[in-house]
């Protein structure tokens, strides 16, 4: 069965202090994993897509990675404005392609 | 550019009351979804649309019902509302790309937050 698991369920730093989120996929044929910013109350907004293997995508503090099993989202020196939940989706296989989406990483960056 | 807007933002309706939740996208997009996000259970998809006058079963369809009437309209409806209908629901639009079916990345709307009790 596909599924995406997302760890921590919530991570709470320090501003400045360095860290990562981490996103298992289980998948028949991989094609793309989606990451995404929501914001309390508001809809998921796209960051990244990451295609194949040793792909990587960097956004301001936020840079994403992509092996054959997981992807990681780094969160370099990041700031009270980080805060939200992190978002990971895969398309399915067995699913005509429609995206299964992760229970999300909250993550708070106190100042 | 709006993007994708969702009507209403919020609504509170009784049990067996019916509604209809309308989305809009003006990007041109060929496919469009409609989500429902509930605490531990993450974002679930209802229904979508491949094009116009086209729908789909997603996730969890059952006591939900939708139409594409037109390319840039996809309307969310609850004939008989529930409880456990009570829910943050998200429409999605997406492009869709080379690969078979639509994984192109897809774009959300604010959310329309319904309770029914």
């Known amino acids: 069965e596909d599924q995406v698991t997302q760890s921590p369920e919530a991570l709470r730093l320090q501003e400045g202090e360095s860290s990562s989120l981490n996103c298992s996929y289980t998948?028949?044929?991989?094609?793309?994993l989606f990451w995404y910013r929501q914001d309390p109350g508001k809809g998921p907004e796209f960051l990244f897509t990451?295609?194949?293997a040793g792909e990587e995508k960097e956004k301001e503090r936020l840079k994403a990675t992509l092996t054959k099993k997981e992807s990681f989202l780094h969160i370099t020196a990041p700031k009270p404005e980080d805060s939200a939940t992190y978002l990971c989706?895969?398309?399915?296989?067995?699913?005509?392609?429609?995206?299964?989406f992760g229970q999300g990483t909250e993550l708070s960056v106190k100042p | 550019n709006a993007g994708v807007t969702q009507t209403p933002k919020f609504r509170v309706l009784k049990t067996g009351q019916s509604m209809t939740l309308l989305c809009a996208q003006d990007?041109?997009?060929?496919?469009m979804y409609w989500y429902r996000q509930d605490p531990g259970m993450g974002l679930r998809l209802i229904h979508y649309?491949?094009?116009?006058?086209?729908?789909a079963k997603g996730e969890v369809p059952d006591g939900y019902n939708v139409s594409r009437l037109k390319k840039q309209n996809f309307l969310l409806g609850l004939e008989s509302a529930a409880p456990s209908q009570t829910s943050v629901y998200f429409c999605?639009?997406?492009?869709?790309?080379?690969?078979?079916?639509?994984?192109?990345?897809?774009?959300f709307g604010p959310g329309t937050r319904l309770t029914v009790l």
């Open positions: 649309s491949v094009g116009e006058g086209t729908t």
């Open positions: 998948v028949s044929g991989l094609r793309g």
């Open positions: 990451l295609y194949s």
């Open positions: 989706a895969v398309p399915g296989y067995n699913q005509g392609g429609k995206l299964i």
């Open positions: 990007m041109n997009h060929e496919y």
């Open positions: 999605a639009s997406s492009y869709p790309g080379e690969a078979e079916g639509p994984t192109d990345t897809q774009y």
